[in-house]
């Protein structure tokens, strides 16, 4: 059975939960264990599948096809563990789970209340699979003392009560401020903190004090003594240049000594780190710099792109180079030339996106790619961008557009290159949509295989004909501009096994043009880049050579 780790935040949100978690996973696993991250979020969405960029960051998706929060894209990167629906949920979803079963009549004419019902569901969800890892590290998101997530704490608190003794252990991050004036680190807050935690029958086992400089000793022991920790399980979390340093910081810190302490885990095996030093190594002394421009809609916000910023920097320490990543607002080229923006970058990145804004933009960043013999990557709306540029530009089709940006009924504006699918196959089965469907969760959404074209870029780049990557869109290029466009030398380089959906495309002559239909950046990592990351890469620190 496993042992469970609990793991809440205070004082302030954004602390760098989801990372903490993220590394004591990593740290766990290099002292030979198996582990399972979750997130059990408090907002009411059932998932974060519809909610805005802008407000929540990127959504990542899963291989079974759950679209869930960005600290699970954190929680793969550290641990190389594939996340699974069962590893997300949100009061919404769980809420939503009641009312249906109260309504199906499961409860037997029970009154329904938070609890049991609610935190039974919870708990529930919690001890999913937990039979099949040795730690479930399980974060709350939000912060104690926040309305919504009471039930979540209530859950966690019933929990280890049901458990044997010792089966459990709560880790709080909580912040601790720098009063320049004074020169002093405030460890009041976080006292706070901990007795509102307390307040609801939670007491921490380890506290993680996010801090700018070390945690002085006196501090250290006050917080100890006020919060009712041991001396040496007040980790401090300093801020990072890197947060692939977090492993190796936590470590020297002592949070997994503290972890396996608090477990009364003795002796504690010791951790084989070298993963991790390679992979600080190669962020620490890069042997030269790439910049590349990513043209998209949500660029004021870096977390809505946080996977392909990631795998960006994995591609650079594949190559042993710093990617420096510039975020281009694609609308900007609908009214100017994008020669001048462009010309500065080793590569283009366009990513992907949902509705007509900066479409435009972005299809002109395609032609300067294509035209101008610039790496491009394009990924989902991105590689649509591509088709669409080249079946104007090459294949005459000026009109050529997507069916997401023809909603206004009865007025065609676009030949839809790339259309609406309602209907495709996912393994043994058929799956159907209708074109007036939910928002929620209908996409073409989780791992779909993929066969290469043999020779093409992009087999070599996999090595492989046969690859599997995750998606998440409703529409999708037309096969049947198939033979125009490739006549023109766009060749669909990449097909789903039913030979009927385009998953890549690459222009022949170019030294490095490809668009896919997935999402690769969700399978990098830092320790095992993803091929087309790491390519592209290759390829843009060939072209700042040649300029
Ligand atoms: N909006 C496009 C679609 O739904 C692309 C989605 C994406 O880029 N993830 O097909």
Redesign the pocket.
């Known amino acids: 059975m496993a042992r469970f780790i609990f793991i809440t935040g205070g004082v302030v949100s954004s602390l760098g939960k989801g990372l903490a978690s993220a590394a004591l996973g990593a740290l766990l696993q290099a002292r030979g264990f198996t582990v399972r991250l979750r997130k059990l979020d408090p907002y009411l969405n059932v998932d974060p599948g519809t909610m805005s960029p802008f407000e929540h960051g990127e959504v990542f998706v899963t291989d079974d096809g759950a679209e869930t929060d960005l600290d699970l894209g954190h929680y793969e990167r550290f641990t190389g563990v594939a996340a699974r629906k069962t590893d997300s949920v949100s009061s919404g979803r769980i809420y939503s789970n009641v009312l249906e079963k109260e309504r199906r009549g499961d409860y037997l004419g029970k009154t329904i209340q938070v609890i049991p019902h609610v935190t039974n569901e919870i708990k529930d969800f919690i001890s999913i699979g937990e039979d099949e890892v040795d730690f479930m590290l399980c974060e709350i998101g939000g912060t104690v003392g926040d309305i919504e997530g009471l039930p979540f704490f209530e859950a966690i608190r019933q929990f280890s009560q049901e458990k044997p003794r010792g089966q459990c252990v709560f880790m709080h991050l909580t912040l601790l401020p720098y009063i320049k004036a004074s020169g002093e680190l405030k460890t009041k807050p976080t006292q706070h903190s901990v007795k509102e935690l307390r307040s609801i029958g939670l007491a921490p086992d380890i506290l993680v004090c996010r801090s700018e400089g070390p945690i002085p000793q006196k501090e250290r022991e006050k917080l100890a003594l006020f919060c009712n920790v041991r001396p040496d399980a007040v980790i401090a979390a300093q801020d990072l240049k890197s947060i692939y340093e977090a492993p190796l910081a936590y470590h020297r810190e002592g949070l997994d000594q503290a972890v396996l302490d608090a477990f009364q885990i003795s002796p504690a095996p010791k951790p084989e780190l070298s993963r991790w030093e390679d992979v600080a190594d190669r962020i620490h002394n890069p042997e030269g710099e790439v910049r590349v421009a990513i043209v998209g809609k949500y660029t004021q916000l870096e977390d809505a792109y946080k996977s392909i910023a990631e795998a960006l920097t994995h591609g650079g320490m594949a190559n042993r180079v710093r990617v420096t990543a510039d975020w281009i607002d694609a609308e900007i080229f609908e009214r100017e030339d994008p020669a001048p923006y462009l010309e500065e970058f080793d590569a283009i990145l366009v990513?992907?996106?949902?509705?007509e804004r900066g479409t435009e933009g972005k299809i002109k960043a395609a032609e300067f790619a294509r035209t101008r013999k610039v790496p491009y990557l394009g990924?989902?709306?991105?590689?649509?961008m591509a088709v669409i540029e080249a079946a104007r530009n090459l294949a005459e089709l000026g009109d050529a557009g997507?069916e997401?940006f023809d909603h206004e009924a009865g007025k065609k504006r676009f030949t839809p290159v790339?259309y609406?699918?309602k209907e495709w196959v996912q393994g043994n089965y058929k799956v159907t949509r209708k074109a007036d469907d939910d928002k929620g969760g209908t996409?073409?959404l989780g791992a779909y295989d993929a066969v290469l074209k043999e020779g093409s870029k992009v087999a070599q780049v996999y090595g492989s004909c046969q690859i599997e990557e995750r998606?998440?869109?409703?529409?999708?290029v037309d096969i049947k501009y198939r033979d125009a466009l490739e006549d023109k030398g766009l060749v669909f380089s990449g097909m789903s096994p039913d030979g009927r959906l385009p998953e890549i495309v690459e222009v022949a002559d170019h030294p490095w043009f490809i668009g896919v239909?997935f999402?690769p950046e969700l399978k990098s990592k830092p320790f095992e880049p993803h091929p087309l990351f790491a390519d592209f890469i290759r390829a843009a620190k060939e072209n700042s050579r040649l300029v």
């Open positions: 990513p992907g996106g949902f509705g990924i989902c709306l991105g590689m649509q997507s997401e790339v609406h699918l996409m073409r998606h998440r869109h409703r529409y999708e239909q999402h």
